[in-house]
């Protein structure tokens, strides 16, 4: 079982900056992907970004959606058991909860993911 919790979330203007951080506790050696997921009141949860932990080439590594490409940036601390979600250029539909995840593989499958936080939310005002 692998536990999660986050930290970073806040209140920002449009186009400013966060950085979400995720620790992982646990028996985490089963689990090489981590992702961030948000999820905005009325719409369903989506995948943000992914990172498979062990993997050399982070161009090969890292997994985002569209919306996100070129602003958000994930990373993964090996030593801390922490990743990080460097945001930037804030929008305000980047508003919503974001939750921290574990996986097993096949990292950028969004499916794969069984083990969460609880959420930290954050709020962009236009």
């Known amino acids: 079982q692998v536990h999660l919790v986050e930290s970073g979330g806040g209140s920002v203007q449009a186009g400013g900056s966060l950085r979400l951080s995720c620790v992982a506790s646990g028996d985490t050696s089963g689990s090489k992907c981590r992702a961030w997921f948000r999820q905005a009141p009325g719409k369903e949860r989506e995948g943000v970004a992914a990172i498979f932990t062990t993997g050399v080439n982070p161009a090969l590594s890292t997994y985002y959606v569209d919306s996100v490409k070129g602003r958000f940036t994930i990373t993964h601390d090996n030593a801390k058991n922490t990743v990080h979600l460097q945001m930037n250029r804030l929008k305000s539909e980047d508003s919503g909860m974001y939750y921290c995840?574990?996986?097993?593989?096949?990292?950028?499958?969004?499916?794969?993911?069984?083990?969460w936080g609880q959420g930290t939310q954050v709020t962009v005002s236009s």
């Open positions: 995840a574990a996986g097993p593989q096949l990292c950028g499958l969004w499916s794969i993911y069984n083990s």
